[in-house]
């Protein structure tokens, strides 16, 4: 019985992987890059990425590509709610990983996306190459297959709404079970 | 009895279309567009403010984030600026290296332009023919700068380092114009292109300087006026600014791609003045030690979107003490207010995007 | 364009630089640029904050003479609007009350532009506290 269900949930975790479908999400410079990376010089579609999608109750990858202000964190919340179980985050570029170039003297940049949604790979450079892309969703599909992404984030939700009650200046709400 | 409302509509910051994050506001009856505010600032991140705390040499690299496709224009304002108060002249060479680069930045904004614009109407084509161009363009700048997109390669009193890889320039200015004539062989003539952008968003002449439009846009509706033509930076190089009459998005499409084929040109005068004069000297200006004195300086350049400046007021110290910039972007969208009332929704993302319109630079 | 002209014209106004400044009837005096002298486009209006008063520049621009001329007025609190001569100046007002919190009278629908509609203080002000806690993001009301 045990081998039935590894064996389906491994068979799941392959065809999830390979065929992931990102939401045109693009803010600022990284947005560039991320258009470079659809066309036909570094193609995307060749790792699964066929189309992307415009909506996002039918995606199941957002890449967050460009710095997220104070007046834009509602928008991104409500877009990551929206998409249906399971998915994934990239934050790409410096200013999502923890500010960037922005996070000395700038007065509404959000230092960090993880201080609004869990995220699953961190791609540093201002901005990534194409090429800097393709390895990050190439990690990404590693996790998924050895179905690491979906118990860490139970464990980082847990954590997270954790952290929010006890210090209390956060006041996001972040479900702890599925 | 049948009464009928009108419907508030809200074009949100995040849709497939790929100029940014732009909000519009719109209230319909039934298909047509009665009235249209637009909301800004989601991208707001404070570049004005951060210039207060930040010595000139530590805020040169950010200034290359505002127009995230055609970084050097406002890289060379600010590096203009500096040697006007201290009185620098650039050497034949640094001038023809400085005018080389920003005519191939103005030909990679274009070209991304024309794809953007078509994958708004519908046709995916071009959007990846366009973006073959436009990656040679960045391999060549690799080469030299060792970045894609923003290249911090202008400093104040000349440039980081002596150009290089000429031949690949040669190769891009033997490639594209056949490239173009492909372009416009498919899409120029195209009788859907054709019924989507004739005779479609209309800006007269009063409208457009009530509204403050300079650029392209002011250009295809027959107001002579190029920045370039009076530029220090660009005398001795032969070119025509590109000057129509039809004042729909038809004619400006059309005056990109002409703008495209006079930059073409350009480059490669420019490449002729490189081989001509050998002789690389610059004066750099000491930047750890660098102070404005007290007063008001200003500089414009023609950038590929509108007229660019730059506005500082210096008390003196190693920082500004207060920095404005002033960009061709801002405007367009505020032109939407007028320009979309009484459109069908279907052609509005349309005139939209034929304005050229990009995000950092209204939002700064 | 002769600054005498305007002088006889109005009056009270100086050379400074190269901006001219005046101390009042600013709407008259841009319509007269305007309608007269044709300055039809307004480049850009800048604000500079200098402790106890705001000093604001319009940028106008003729393209049939490829002139520019800069128009300097020192201000506290109020300024009068321009938007019926000028409809860039929408734009440019909403963002001088967003940065700055300086009012101006016969604008209709004086918003904020850039920052969200109940954010306390005026950035680009020389007194402004930058409010470290408030960059995490607090979920009080409807802010989309």
């Known amino acids: ?178 | 009895m049948i009464t009928a409302t009108t419907l508030k509509l809200n074009l949100g910051p995040q849709h497939p279309s790929t100029h940014g994050v732009l909000r519009l506001v719109l209230e319909l009856n039934g298909e047509k567009i009665l009235s249209c505010e637009p909301d800004v600032g989601y991208l707001h991140r404070g570049m004005e403010k951060m210039a207060e705390g930040m010595t000139y040499i530590q805020y040169l690299p950010t200034v290359d984030r505002i127009d995230y496709l055609a970084g050097c224009f406002y890289s060379e304002l600010l590096c203009r600026t500096v040697e006007g108060v201290n009185d620098i002249v650039l050497s034949e060479r640094v001038r023809a290296i400085r005018v080389v680069l920003l005519e191939l930045n103005r030909i990679a904004s274009h070209l991304l332009w024309i794809g953007a614009f078509l994958m708004d109407l519908g046709a995916l084509s071009p959007f990846f023919y366009a973006m073959r161009e436009r990656e040679m363009i960045l391999r060549y700048f690799e080469k030299l700068t060792g970045q894609r997109m923003m290249y911090n390669y202008f400093v104040f009193g000349g440039v980081r380092k002596d150009i290089a890889y000429l031949e690949d320039i040669e190769e891009i200015i033997k490639v594209l114009p056949q490239k173009i004539d492909d372009y416009e062989k498919i899409i120029t003539d195209n009788p859907i292109f054709l019924k989507r952008t004739r005779g479609k968003g209309i800006l007269e002449l009063e409208t457009a300087l009530n509204y403050s439009v300079t650029g392209v846009n002011l250009r295809a509706s027959g107001v002579n006026y190029d920045l370039r033509k009076s530029d220090k930076l660009y005398e001795g190089f032969d070119f025509m600014p590109v000057i129509l009459k039809g004042k729909d998005s038809w004619s400006r499409y059309k005056a990109r791609v002409l703008e495209l084929r006079e930059s073409l040109k350009i480059v490669e005068q420019g490449v002729n003045k490189l081989k001509e004069n050998t002789n690389f000297d610059q004066k750099l200006i000491n930047p750890l030690t660098l102070k404005l004195p007290e007063g008001e300086y200003y500089s414009e350049i023609e950038a590929p979107r509108g007229l660019a400046s730059v506005y500082i007021k210096s008390t003196g110290e190693d920082k500004p003490y207060r920095l404005k910039w002033r960009t061709g972007s801002y405007y367009s969208v505020n032109l939407l207010r007028k320009l979309l009332v009484g459109e069908y929704l279907n052609d509005a993302i349309a005139i939209a995007g034929s304005l050229d319109i990009i995000l950092p630079e209204v939002d700064k | 364009m002769n600054i005498n002209d305007l002088r006889n014209i109005f009056g009270d106004c100086e050379l400074n630089g190269n901006k001219i400044c005046i101390k009042y009837n600013l709407h008259e005096f841009l319509s007269n640029l305007k309608n007269n002298y044709s300055f039809k486009l307004l480049k850009s209006i800048t604000a500079v904050d200098l402790g106890n008063e705001t000093e604001l520049l319009y940028n106008l621009l003729s393209t049939e003479d490829e002139e520019d001329v800069v128009i300097s007025i020192k201000v506290q609190n109020e300024a009068e609007s321009v938007i019926d001569l000028f409809s860039s100046a929408i734009a440019d007002e909403n963002e001088i009350y967003d940065m700055f919190g300086i009012r101006f009278i016969g604008h209709e629908d004086l918003k904020r532009l850039y920052m969200p509609e109940n954010w306390e203080g005026f950035p680009l002000r020389k007194d402004y506290v930058q409010d470290d806690t408030r960059l995490v993001w607090n979920d009080n009301g409807d802010n989309a």
């Open chain 1, 1 to 178: 019985m045990g081998f039935f269900v590894t064996s389906i949930d491994w068979v799941l975790n392959n065809a999830r992987a390979n065929s992931l479908w990102p939401l045109t999400f693009a803010t600022s410079c990284c947005g560039i890059e991320m258009m470079h990376t659809v066309a036909s010089d570094n193609d995307i579609a060749r790792f699964g990425s066929e189309v992307f999608r415009g909506s996002p109750r039918q995606a199941d990858l957002l890449i967050c590509a460009g710095t997220i202000t104070h007046k834009m964190a509602p928008v991104l919340l409500r877009l990551y709610e929206q998409m249906a179980e399971p998915k994934y985050v990239i934050a790409m570029g410096a200013c999502t990983c923890g500010g960037g170039m922005f996070c000395d003297y700038s007065y509404s940049v959000i230092r960090g996306i993880d201080k609004i949604i869990p995220v699953d790979i961190y791609l540093p450079m201002c901005p990534p190459k194409p090429e800097a892309l393709i390895d990050a969703i190439r990690k990404l599909q590693q996790k998924i297959v050895k179905n690491e992404t979906i118990m860490k984030r139970k464990d980082f939700v847990e954590s997270h709404s954790s952290k929010l009650v006890q210090k209390g200046e956060l006041l996001v709400e972040v479900k702890s079970e599925y």
